[in-house]
Nanobody, 117 residues
Framework: VQLQASGGGLVQAGGSLRLSCAPS????????MGWFRQAPGKEREFVAR????????DYSDSVKGRFTISGDSAKNTVSLQMDSLKPEDTAVYFC???????????WGQGTLVTVSS
């Protein structure tokens, strides 16, 4: 299974981008999908997650109120609408799939988001 992320790019501060992620290569079972990011010189950090059961969402404090995650459990696709972007949002964004037993077991290749000041 591979997760393909797209939608990254260069945007000015205050702008918006929408990231999307779709799987290929076979069926898999998961309970959630989400996004992590890694800025240059920093550790990878959690951004947002959507749990298929009841559609619950989690966000990191740094993006809450600015980012919105959505997804389709039947297709195992996930999107991240990013508004009011800040330079500190600059990072490579990775989509992930969460297994019911082994945690985040599938990771996308990453898509670069650059926010200029």
């Amino acid at each position: 299974v591979q997760l393909q992320a797209s939608g990254g790019g260069l945007v000015q501060a205050g702008g918006s981008l929408r990231l999307s992620c779709a799987p290929s290569g076979g069926a898999f079972r998961n309970i959630a999908m989400g996004w992590f990011r890694q800025a240059p010189g920093k550790e990878r950090e959690f951004v947002a997650r959507i749990l298929w059961n009841r559609g619950l969402t989690d966000y990191s404090d740094s993006v809450k109120g600015r980012f919105t995650i959505s997804g389709d459990s039947a297709k195992n696709t996930v999107s991240l609408q990013m508004d009011s972007l800040k330079p500190e949002d600059t990072a490579v964004y990775f989509c992930v799939s969460q297994s019911p037993t082994t945690g985040y077991n599938y990771w996308g290749q990453g898509t670069l988001v650059t926010v200029s000041s």
